[in-house]
Nanobody, 126 residues
Framework: VQLQASGGGLVQPGGSLRLSCEAFGPTLDKLAIGWFRQAPGKEREGVSFDSGNGKTYYKDSVKGRFTISRDNAKNTMYLQMNDLKSEDTAVYYC?????????????????????WGQGTQVTVSS
């Protein structure tokens, strides 16, 4: 599977962005998906995950502000980000795994994902 991410940009604190990630290859309903981010000088971290069997998970600092979703008809996954903060500034990556049903701990491990998008920059600044 190949992933194409888009939707990043510059936004003021408190603003919103929606990231998109289109999958080419296996249909999205057969994939576990995740969004990760990497800020300068920091390790890549998991932000939000969808196990593919109806369960979603979020990093504590984004709960209530970010929402992961998928549109299987468009083969596209999304990350809706509201009330953005300066600490959300990072390059965001989408990822997909052909194995469904990972638990929350496993979904945070980058090694389970077989496909990655190219990254899209999100900058939150006034």
């Amino acid at each position: 599977v190949q992933l194409q991410a888009s939707g990043g940009g510059l936004v003021q604190p408190g603003g919103s962005l929606r990231l998109s990630c289109e999958a080419f290859g296996p249909t999205l309903d057969k994939l576990a998906i995740g969004w990760f981010r990497q800020a300068p000088g920091k390790e890549r971290e998991g932000v939000s995950f969808d196990s593919g069997n109806g369960k979603t998970y979020y990093k504590d600092s984004v709960k209530g502000r970010f929402t992961i979703s998928r549109d299987n008809a468009k083969n596209t996954m999304y990350l809706q980000m509201n009330d953005l903060k300066s600490e959300d500034t990072a390059v965001y990556y989408c990822a997909a795994s052909t194995t469904l049903g990972w638990d929350e701990l496993a979904l945070k491990i980058t090694g389970i994902y077989s496909a990655w998008g190219q990254g899209t920059q999100v900058t939150v600044s006034s």
